[in-house]
Nanobody
């Protein structure tokens, strides 16, 4: 019954801000660490950011300085904001439920696709 559903993908202008959401259900969201992951076309899936149950965040080098991960435990929602979107940011974004920071998720969402226009 546990589920993660991403939303917010679509066409984003280069230089603009990407805003994504992930709604969790079927588990006690507030007790779990969460993460965002990015998979560019033809590339492997890479971590973007992580946030633990206490709200402490970590970021990948590729997005440091222009990314914020946050969570709202009242409505079981995970957020991702990336400023100054670049063409290489295009691809599919997934949220994940993780037992430990920087570990592989035990559960993935279905993903939301992001296209970057020049």
């Amino acid at each position: 019954q546990a589920r993660l559903v991403e939303s917010g993908g679509g066409l984003v202008q280069a230089g603009d801000t990407l805003s994504l959401s992930c709604v969790a259900s079927g588990f006690t969201f507030r007790q779990w660490n969460m993460g965002w992951y990015h998979q560019a076309p033809g590339k492997e899936r890479d971590a973007v950011a992580w946030i633990n149950a206490n709200g402490n965040a970590e970021y990948a080098d590729s997005v440091k300085g222009r990314c914020k991960i946050s969570r709202n435990n009242s409505n079981n929602t995970l957020f991702l904001h990336i400023d100054n979107i670049k063409p290489e940011d295009a691809g599919t974004y997934f949220c994940g439920q993780i037992a430990h920071m920087q570990a592989q998720p035990k559960r993935w969402g279905q993903g939301t696709q992001v296209t970057v226009s020049l």
